[in-house]
């Protein structure tokens, strides 16, 4: 079973930066892809970033030019960097995994708050 446990959420004023980490149980090469999400309050879980493999990426429009989605595939450790941090970037940011297979592993999420 695939574990995901993300973490580096918490408090920053607008215009920051804070880089979340996901670390997973089992290898990330081997996954079709590596991707966070995000839910704020009262919406739908919504993608933000995501890795496939053989390394493409794509962002969602709202976070294009601030955000970057990596790997560190010997740590095992997706990370996302996000800069110029705005209020709307606040939610809960879950990690997910995709197999070949399609199955989909999610973590359970940490927060980040936006506000000065």
């Known amino acids: 079973q695939v574990q995901l446990v993300e973490s580096g959420g918490g408090l920053v004023q607008p215009g920051g930066s804070l880089r979340l980490s996901c670390a997973a149980s089992?290898?990330?090469?081997?996954?079709?892809?590596m991707g966070w999400y995000r839910q704020a309050p009262g919406n739908e879980r919504e993608l933000v970033a995501r890795?496939?493999?053989?390394?493409?990426?794509n962002y969602a429009d709202s976070v294009k030019g601030r955000f970057t989605i990596s790997t560190d595939n010997v740590k095992n450790t997706v990370y996302l960097q996000m800069n110029s941090l705005k209020p709307e970037d606040t939610a809960v940011y879950y990690c997910?995994?995709?197999?070949?297979?399609?199955?989909?592993?999610w973590g359970k999420g940490t927060l980040v708050t936006v506000s000065s």
């Open positions: 089992g290898i990330i090469s081997s996954f079709a892809a």
């Open positions: 890795i496939r493999y053989g390394g493409m990426t």
């Open positions: 997910n995994a995709r197999s070949w297979s399609e199955s989909e592993y």
